[in-house]
């Protein structure tokens, strides 16, 4: 057995959180990643957007985590998004039925991202909303912020998050309705900097 000296900083050898990708693409996204909610839903949405780094330029490689609850407003407990063949191991899909409100996709060439899912319900005293979890080139750590989706101004304006936020902060967080879909785009920094959210 190789035993690795760790006594200090500079002897600790990188773990995959400090090895900066590109490499979400090779093994996390799924075929049907994008399809959350189950396919011929009549409240299917779409949201979809452009993520872009600092200096505006698309990110063609980066991945896309998306959670929501469903129209009620209570969180899925059902499985589904990864099922597997028992027999053979191989992958099945989801199974098109159920609504697990969990989806992952990979932008694409010009950065674009999408997900099908049901708009969400509100949830004790926020707005409804959708999160979001990025990975991408350069960051050492995902970050993590929310979708809301316009329609009920009220519960946006009375949201306890973006009450705390100025007008141009907010803009950040909330989808542009654009008649059959919604777009969010996702400013990694610099001007028009997507709000991103800590949890401890």
């Known amino acids: 057995m190789t035993r690795i000296d760790t006594s200090g900083p500079g002897r600790v050898p990188p773990t995959p959180s400090h090895t900066v990708g590109p490499f979400y693409g090779y093994a996390l996204p799924f075929p049907g990643g994008e399809d959350v909610a189950p396919l011929g839903h009549p409240d299917t949405v779409t949201v979809h957007g452009y993520v872009r780094d600092g200096e505006?330029?698309?990110?063609?490689?980066?991945?896309?985590?998306?959670?929501?609850a469903d129209p009620g407003g209570r969180v899925p407990k059902a499985d589904g998004s990864l099922r597997r063949d028992p027999a053979s191991g191989g992958y099945l899909g989801r199974n098109g039925v159920e609504f697990t409100g969990w989806g992952r996709v990979q932008t694409d060439a010009d950065g674009h991202w999408y997900v099908r899912t049901l708009r969400p319900?509100?949830?004790?005293?926020?707005?409804?909303?959708?999160?979001?979890?990025?990975?991408?080139r350069g960051l050492l750590v995902h970050l993590f912020t929310r979708?809301?989706?316009?329609?009920?101004?009220?519960?946006?304006?009375?949201?306890?998050?973006?009450?705390?936020?100025?007008?141009?902060?907010?803009?950040?967080?909330?989808?542009?309705?654009?008649?059959a879909a919604y777009r969010f785009d996702i400013r990694l920094q610099g001007e028009g900097e997507t709000v991103f959210l800590e949890y401890q």
């Open 147 to 179: 979708i809301y989706l316009p329609g009920d101004e009220a519960a946006l304006a009375a949201d306890p998050l973006l009450r705390r936020l100025d007008e141009e902060r907010r803009a950040t967080l909330i989808a542009r309705d654009e008649g």
């Open 121 to 136: 319900g509100a949830r004790g005293n926020s707005a409804p909303y959708l999160s979001v979890c990025v990975f991408a």
């Open 56 to 68: 505006g330029a698309p990110l063609p490689d980066a991945l896309i985590e998306v959670w929501g």
